[in-house]
């Protein structure tokens, strides 16, 4: 029992991504058929990236919805989108990207193929990990609202130009259940694939690479990391500064300096690698300033 009870916790994150990609893109006739889900529930916004134009997808984007919702922004202020994902971040921060999110999950699997690994220098890796929040900024908010249409919403940036989650998700599948779609591809398809590919490859490199630098949806969740009902916590008098935890971190926090860090998706490696049983987590641990 208790080795099952070893196995369950050592794996146990997996088990539950690999439930919420199924739970979230459970509609399966729609990859048979490539047509897309059309229901009730494609109305309710889901807290991960996971494309509207995926055919098995049961809910909205929280990203296509927010770049609907902006460049309509004369009219109506996103409410009900900001507020779902304000609640996530409240509650969970960055936990929903390292639990929930599909195409969080595509990265880590893909991390685990036996290849080298390489640690991105700080000097290119810190100032690069603020590219997701000037995405968020300039083409999920900006561009939307200062270009919308004045019938009908605008240009949704993020999902057309950059969004390999849409490109995987959404138009490969559709593409290869209806031939026609295939005689309509031009070059923005070539740039679309060119940008998976990329994030594809790096993955197998680099833990995370559109998680760390691209992602608008982390960029937001991010914002709440610090003041998160969840919280990480490192207990100082047991740590004993091995940095065990951050050698195992797969976002490259520095652990034993800023456990709360903005990068952190709370995915519990470093609780699992500290050997002196130092770090813990959960919902409003007590939480030192030097800690957070």
């Known amino acids: ?39 009730k529930t494609k109305a309710v916004c889901v807290p991960v990236l996971n494309c509207y134009s995926c055919p098995g997808a049961l809910g909205a984007c929280p990203i296509g919805s927010m770049q609907a919702a902006v460049s309509g922004v004369r009219g109506h202020f996103p409410f009900y ?3 779902t994902l304000m609640l996530f971040g409240v509650v969970l921060g960055r936990v929903v990207c390292g639990f929930l999110c599909p195409f969080g999950f595509i990265q880590d699997l893909l991390h685990k193929i036996p290849v080298f690994k390489w640690n991105v220098p700080k000097r290119l890796d810190r100032p690069a990990r603020y590219l997701k929040y000037i995405v968020l900024l300039v083409l999920v908010i900006l561009l939307p609202a200062a270009f919308s249409a004045r019938a009908g919403a605008s240009v949704p940036y993020f999902c057309k130009y950059l969004c390999p989650a849409g490109t995987l998700g959404g138009a490969l599948p559709l593409m290869g259940a209806d031939p026609a779609l295939r005689e309509l591809t031009g070059a923005l398809f070539d740039w679309k694939l060119i940008v998976l590919a990329a994030v594809l490859i790096m993955s197998m ?65 470093c609780k699992s690698a500290c050997p002196a049983g130092a770090v813990s987590s959960g919902f409003a641990p007590s939480v030192s300033k030097k800690d957070a």
């Open 1 to 39: 029992m208790s080795r099952m009870h070893r196995h369950w916790m050592k794996n146990k994150r997996g088990i539950i991504q690999l439930l919420s990609a199924v739970l979230l893109n459970g509609y399966m006739a729609g990859f048979r058929n490539g047509k897309i889900f059309t229901g």
């Open 81 to 83: 989108v900001l507020g």
């Open 205 to 269: 490199f680099i833990s995370r690479p559109f998680c760390r630098y691209l992602c608008p949806l982390g960029a937001f969740y991010a914002l709440f990391n610090r003041f998160s009902f969840y919280q990480m916590k490192l207990d100082q008098s047991k740590c004993t500064g091995c940095k065990a935890c951050e050698r195992a971190c797969p976002m490259a926090v520095e652990v034993t300096k800023n456990i709360n860090s903005a990068e952190c998706i709370r995915c519990g490696k």
